[in-house]
């Protein structure tokens, strides 16, 4: 299993210390995103069937459409393993308790003065296949959408070459709410989310992970449609002291490695023994894992620091997306972070749970967004506005200061619209 082993020093020398998501550097992905976008813009379901055929395998035949089928829709949850089906609904409603706390009454200042949230009238899901359906991206992107209260959920994904959908994908958009499912994928999903066509809804917000030119997409279409953030790929840190358990640790490093072979699994360690032994550990593992090839890609670093709290130092730097405290005294070093997506704490709080049933949300942000950006949540469906209920006593008591503003700044039909009400 290829590490990377750093010292405190190393570390903050190398380039994997300051990481960034930087789209720059895919400047003929952009081209083609942008050439993508423009058709579906143009040529609508004409472009969307090419660009199916395409990349996915399939477009629909003459007389059929890109929707799934609302029978089929409805039918799906019967398909599914009852097993699998209570695993579904069992996170559902955690996930969703945690949402319904997150709603919070509109803010009022003065008496006449209100800010008001409102959710979003349509929203467009993207649930990403290819190496993997992920299901629970589904209930992590549609129940939050649902609590804030948004009409209409349109689900997007792609499509298997026969132009089925995945029955757990279906389910999972049926136990979550979701209106209708779409089967296409890719950047022409994105577009056709954003500009509407024919015969797919033009939405108000897009929310949902994908690979690159997904992502890419999300930032050429964005200013015609709100998106939830730009994601990089998945990550995790652990700060781990010489009583961790390095099993535990490797197990946590190499599960969200096996994502994909850009993610990124980090232990910031002050015990030199305890790296030694998770590398060890992390090595004996990822034999024996079906996903072995796609974790030894993916970069995996050791750093050795000089205390746990320059440990917590270097991952604020860092900002991941999950991050995981494992030390004798888990709690204090939680409340020292700043900047992270997700944070962990203790032995038992392992990633995974996160990932699907704790009921916190899993769409976090990457690549150091954590440093501005939130998870996904009740807020992202929300938007503000201020409300201004003002009398002839308010233009009173305003009137001084916003006129001389107004001139100060060589607007004169501002001052005039005040002064015209006290005349």
Known sequence: MPVRRFDARSWVASPFASRRLDLSQFAKERAAVAEICSRVLTDGDLALS??????????????????????????????????????????????????????????????????V????????LYAPGGRASYPSTVLMTAIPARVAGVSELVLATPPRPDGTIPD????AAHIAGVDRVYRIGGAQ????LAYGTA????????????????????????GAVGIDGIAGPTEVVVIADSKARPD?????????????????GVLFTDSAPLADRVEEELSSLVRGLERAQIIREANCCVVVAESIDQAVSFADDFAPEHLLIVTEDSARVAEAVRNAGAVFVGPYAT???????AGPNHTLPTSGAARFASPLGVHTFLKRTSVLSLSRGDVETLHDATVRLAHLEGLGAHAHAVEVRLE
């Open 117 to 124: 949230a409102r959710p979003v009238r349509r929203v467009g």
């Open 168 to 171: 757990a994908i279906l389910a």
């Open 351 to 357: 990633v995974p749970l996160g990932d699907y049933t």
């Open 248 to 264: 535990f640790v490797a197990a946590d490093l190499a599960a969200q490695l096996e994502h994909d072979p850009l993610a990124w």
């Open 50 to 115: 090419e660009l199916g055929r395409r990349f996915d395998g399939w477009a629909p035949p003459e007389g059929e459409s890109f929707e799934v089928p609302p029978d089929d829709f409805a039918a799906a949850i019967g398909r599914v393993a009852s097993a699998d089906r209570a695993a579904l609904e069992f996170a559902a409603a955690r996930i969703r308790e945690f949402h319904e706390r997150q709603v919070a009454p509109d803010s009022t200042g003065q008496a006449v003065l209100r800010l």
């Open 189 to 192: 999903a994105i577009a056709a």
């Open 199 to 222: 015969s797919i809804p033009r939405v108000d917000l897009i929310a949902g992970p994908g690979n690159l030119y997904v992502t890419l997409a999300k930032k050429e279409v964005f």
